[in-house]
C-alpha cells in the first residue's frame, strides 16, 4: 500500500485562495524571468536541447544538469558516456514515449517499481554512475522525460517527505492526481492553471510547476537548517 503525502505543508502555495495562488504565480513568474532576472533552472529543459537525442543520453543532458546547480563528475560522465550504458540506457529510453506526461495512465506502466518497469531500470542503471545520487539520477531522468519523471532534491523530500528512491513516485503520483475538494479538480490540474496565470513556456509541465513552487517557497527554510 502506497503511503500519502500530507499536503497540509504546502497549502500556503498549493491551496485555494487568493494568497496562495498570488504566492504560486509570483515564484514561477520570478523562476522563469517574467520580470527580467532568472533562475537558471528555467533553462534545464532547453539548455543545449538541439545536441540532445530523446533517446540517448549525452554530454548536453549532463551539462544541462548544471541548470539545476548538479554536477557530474569526470568518472561519472565517463561511465555514462561508455558503449555499454550508452547501448543500454537506449534500449530503455526507447522503451518509454517522449510524450508520455506523469498524470496520463499509461504513466503508471512506466513508473511501477514492481515487474522493474523500463522507468525504474533506467533509475538502477543512472544511479549506479559514479558520483550520481538520488538528485543527480532523478534530474538526468528528468531532462529525457520532462513530463513524466520529477525532480527529486532535498527541498522535496523534506516537504513532502517522498522517501528518496524511485519508489516515491506511485506516492508523488497518488497525491497529485488525487481529486481535491476544495480545487474541484486534481491538484496536478491546478498546477497547469498557474502556469498559464504566470504566463511561463508552454512547454514546461505541470509536474515541473509543482517542484518550482514548492522549492521556491521552501528553499530557504530547508537549506537553511
Request: charged share 25%; proline share 4%.
Amino acid at each position: 500500500m502506497v503511503s500519502e503525502i500530507d499536503g497540509s505543508r504546502v497549502a500556503r502555495v498549493l491551496g485555494t485562495g487568493d494568497e496562495a495562488r498570488g504566492r504560486a504565480v509570483g515564484h514561477l513568474r520570478e523562476y522563469f524571468g517574467n520580470e527580467g532576472e532568472f533562475f537558471t533552472g528555467s533553462l534545464f529543459e532547453t539548455f543545449a536541447q538541439a545536441e540532445s537525442d530523446p533517446y540517448k543520453i549525452g554530454t548536453g543532458d549532463l551539462l544541462a544538469l548544471s541548470m539545476l546547480s548538479v554536477a557530474v563528475t569526470g568518472e561519472g560522465a565517463a561511465y555514462i558516456m561508455s558503449d555499454a550504458f550508452q547501448a543500454e540506457a537506449t534500449a530503455l529510453l526507447k522503451k518509454i514515449p517522449v510524450d508520455v506526461s506523469f498524470e496520463d495512465e499509461a504513466a503508471a506502466v512506466h513508473l511501477r517499481e514492481e515487474g522493474e518497469s523500463a522507468g525504474s531500470q533506467l533509475w538502477t542503471l543512472v544511479g549506479k554512475a559514479p558520483g550520481m545520487g538520488l538528485t543527480k539520477t532523478s534530474k538526468l531522468l528528468a531532462r529525457k522525460r520532462p513530463t513524466l519523471f520529477p525532480v527529486y532534491d532535498k527541498v522535496i523530500d523534506q516537504v513532502l517527505e517522498l522517501g528518496g528512491t524511485h519508489m516515491m513516485w506511485a506516492k508523488y503520483r497518488s497525491w497529485l492526481l488525487k481529486d481535491d475538494p476544495a480545487h474541484g479538480k486534481t491538484l496536478i490540474a491546478h498546477a497547469g492553471d498557474l502556469a498559464a496565470a504566470a504566463g511561463i513556456p508552454s512547454h514546461i509541465s505541470p509536474l515541473r510547476v509543482v517542484d518550482v513552487v514548492i522549492w521556491m517557497e521552501f528553499r530557504s527554510e530547508v537549506l537553511r537548517a
